[in-house]
């Protein structure tokens, strides 16, 4: 009776070794890419144990040398020995908190200029020898493409990419089987060697000569534990996958976080530009080009000067009293109320001029008239001397008055108390007389008026000043209303100058 | 006797394996006992060369162009003013104005933030004080007219020497719009000589260049 026990030798009967070499070689395969990207990882790290700013390059400007993904460590060096076509890592001028990668165009006094190698132009803006991080030294290719991913928030790539290198894991576990038989097949190699030094075998069948029959005993228990063992084998591969796995994630997930942090940008760039060249007339034609004094009264409150931009001669005004400014349309002005405000002059040294010409623009609705401007004795008081002036009466017309011997008056036959914008322009001219204007327009005048009053250092006044005793003085001597654009002129207007003034506006 | 006979039994065929694989060892379980090993010793040193090789590469090459794959740049900026100037005005007097706007279009595949700056300022008798400028950003319209011009959002009210002295590069020029790859928008510049702008202007220059720039990868991301 022959027994024969069923042992399952460790080996597949038809081409055992076929399957064993494609387990290894696929194995080799998972193994060669982890550690591609383990190596690739180590490389990216070392620079960075030195102490080296490492990045990983976020943008394409200096392809096809360094190429997104690729990670670069940098050396810090001496200002003085950078030199042109060097890569510098830099603090980003154009925008603050980046680093950029490019390389040297040209060194100066007054920066570096760089340049993306597939750039058109160079980087507008210069480089400070302060703002270089290092020199391009090190450079791993590829390896931060995950790191740009993960700072992209392309998720779906990353997680394919975790998922390649799972899978690889478990690939490169493939082949453990054949370990496990390597060794059990060199234990029992060194048991054999023992064995058959102690034994002479017979082929006839007879028993052997069982000098250590235990030997064998052991082998065959060895080999049937051995096969218990191969029952729990499939517990602890899945155990040395894990492994595999939780160190590859391990490993991937801390270098991540110490490349993940620093990037630089080999940034595009592009620039048009359009210029511009404007030029000033040669002359403004202002109307009180010519002017002794002009009183725009365009100062920002709480300012209480008017200031004179005519003419070489500063005569500044003083606000004084009830004035408020005001705007419109952007255009400001001043506003007298009536019981208090004036303005007023520094003292004019001299005669007062015997050729002249009062201009203001105006606008009311007040019916107890006014003084809006004249010359007098008296800086900010009533004046007791006093005429070259020009008034409103209740009915709100309008007189120019010069005092020779006795009060000459100009009146408008219109009243101009409407609440609108008119220009008020009296010239006298020693020869020609005097001429009234509103609006630019002749409305009264006189040949035989051609003198005012022989007086020297007075002040001119707006606003307010004394009028009593002249035809149709006004119940109030002060002012309530609007002026703009008051001016006094060395000599008489002609016609055609006063229209050109009111032509040109407030 | 059982026990003896399957001793024997094991032995022989045991032996009778032996010429193939006596112990379950081949040429194979040994390979796949130090390949991985030598493995990862070869791809480690290997890659270390090859690390070596590729930085020397980026950084020893003394030329910016590495021979005729060189792709061109990626993203352009143009205006369409054709070369001639926005403004070009003279005899200007206070309360004088003008506008002109210019459509800067940019073509590529690289998306990126673009600002106005300007540069080459200069101006005699303080003429650009009294210069009052105003950028808006919008839609439609360009240089030939500003007809359908729709603005967007203003981007600078103020003089023009307020303008060139603090907008001078793309880090302190005004953040206008982020261009997704081959998209246009349109500018209108306005200026207007000052009302109050005194005598002592007259004659007066001004010239200036607006630029646009773009730059890659400041979108946000």
Redesign the interface.
């Known amino acids: 009776m022959?027994?024969?026990?069923s042992?399952r030798?460790?080996?597949k009967a038809e081409n055992?070794?076929l399957r064993?070499?494609l387990?290894?070689v696929v194995?080799?395969l998972g193994?060669?890419l982890l550690?591609?990207i383990a190596?690739?990882v180590?490389?990216a790290m070392v620079p960075v144990l030195f102490g080296l700013t490492t990045t990983t390059v976020?943008?394409?400007?200096m392809?096809?040398?360094?190429n997104i993904g690729?990670v670069?460590s940098a050396m810090p060096v001496d200002s003085s020995s950078l030199r042109e076509?060097?890569?510098i890592l830099f603090e980003d001028?154009?925008?603050?908190g980046?680093l950029r990668l490019h390389?040297i165009l040209s060194i100066s006094d007054k920066g570096i200029q760089t340049?993306g190698?597939?750039?058109?132009?160079p980087d507008?803006?210069l480089v400070s020898p302060d703002a270089v991080v290092g020199?391009?030294?090190?450079?791993?290719?590829s390896i931060g493409v995950p790191i740009n991913w993960g700072?992209?928030?392309k998720i779906l790539e990353l997680a394919l990419f975790l998922a390649t290198l799972v899978l690889a894991a478990v690939v490169?576990n493939l082949?453990r089987d054949?370990?496990r038989?390597?060794?059990?097949?060199?234990r029992?190699?060194a048991l054999?060697l023992e064995a058959e030094t102690e034994l002479v075998?017979d082929l006839n069948g007879d028993?052997?000569r069982?000098a250590q029959?235990n030997l064998?005993?052991r082998s065959?228990s060895q080999l049937a534990s051995s096969r218990a063992l191969s029952r729990f084998s499939r517990r602890s591969r899945l155990r040395s996958i894990g492994l595999i796995v939780l160190v590859t994630l391990i490993l991937t997930g801390t270098a991540a976080y110490i490349l993940g942090g620093a990037f630089s940008?080999a940034?595009?760039?592009?620039?048009?530009?359009?210029?511009?060249?404007?030029?000033?007339?040669?002359?403004?034609?202002?109307p009180w080009?010519q002017a002794t004094f002009h009183w725009?009264y365009?100062e920002s409150s709480p300012s209480t000067t008017a200031t004179d931009?005519?003419g070489s001669t500063l005569e500044n005004g003083t606000l004084a009293g009830g004035v408020t400014r005001a705007t419109a349309d952007?255009?400001p002005y001043v506003t007298f109320d009536g019981t208090s405000g004036k303005i007023y002059s520094a003292q004019i040294p001299g005669a007062a001029p015997t050729n002249f010409a009062l201009e203001t623009w105006f606008s009311t609705t007040t019916t107890r008239g006014g003084k809006l401007m004249g010359y007098g004795n008296s800086q900010t008081g009533s004046s007791s001397s006093y005429d070259r002036h020009i008034y409103m009466t209740n009915s709100g017309q309008l007189v120019f008055g010069v005092y020779n011997g006795g009060y000459q008056t100009l009146i408008s036959p219109k009243s101009y108390n409407d609440g609108k914008f008119h220009m008020v322009t009296a010239t006298l001219s020693s020869t020609a007389g005097s001429v009234l204007y509103v609006d630019g327009v002749a409305v009264a005048s006189s040949t035989t008026m051609t003198k005012a009053e022989a007086v020297s250092n007075g002040y001119w006044r707006v606003g307010y000043d004394n009028i009593s005793g002249w035809p149709s003085a006004p119940t109030s001597n002060y002012y309530a209303g609007s002026l703009d654009d008051t001016s006094l002129y060395p000599t008489g207007l002609t016609a055609t100058q006063v229209a050109d003034h009111f032509a040109y506006g407030r | 006797m059982m026990l003896e006979q399957t001793t024997i039994t094991a032995w022989r065929a045991t032996a009778m394996s032996r010429s193939t694989a006596k112990t379950g060892r081949t040429k194979a379980t040994r390979i796949a006992r130090f390949a991985p090993w030598v493995l990862g010793v070869v791809v480690l040193a290997g890659s270390g060369i090859a690390v070596g090789q590729s930085s020397y590469a980026a950084f020893s090459s003394t030329t910016d162009n590495p021979g005729s794959n060189w792709k061109a740049g990626a993203v352009t900026l143009t205006d369409d003013d054709a070369n001639a100037a926005a403004f070009s005005a003279t005899s200007l007097k206070p309360g004088d104005t003008g506008s002109k706007c210019i459509k800067v279009t940019s073509t590529g595949d690289i998306s990126g933030q673009v600002k106005m700056y300007s540069t080459g300022h200069a101006t005699t008798k303080a003429l650009s004080d009294n210069i009052d400028i105003t950028v808006a950003l919008g839609n439609g319209g360009g240089f030939a007219s500003c007809d359908g011009f729709v603005k967007t959002s203003d981007l600078y009210s103020g003089t023009l020497a307020n303008y060139a002295a603090t907008k001078t590069n793309y880090a302190t020029g005004t953040t206008d719009w982020v261009s997704n790859k081959n998209d246009s928008r349109t500018y209108q510049i306005t200026y207007k000589i000052k009302d109050t702008a005194p005598n002592t202007v007259q004659g007066g220059t001004s010239g200036i260049n607006f630029v646009w720039e773009l730059q890659s990868g400041t979108s946000g991301v």
Request: charged share 25%; aromatic share 6%.
């Open positions: 022959s027994a024969t026990a042992i030798l460790p080996l055992p070794d064993d070499w387990l290894l194995a080799s193994r060669l550690s591609l190596s690739l180590i490389w976020a943008s394409g400007s392809e096809p040398r360094i690729d670069v076509k060097q890569v001028p154009a925008v603050p980046r390389r340049k190698d597939n750039n058109p132009s507008s803006m020199v391009g030294f090190i450079r791993v290719p700072h992209e928030g490169s082949d054949l370990r038989r390597d060794r059990e097949g060199r029992l190699e054999e075998p028993a052997p069982a029959p064998f005993k065959l940008n940034a595009f760039s592009s620039s048009t530009a359009s210029a511009a060249s404007l030029q000033a007339a040669a002359s403004f034609g202002r080009d725009a365009s931009d005519a952007g255009n």
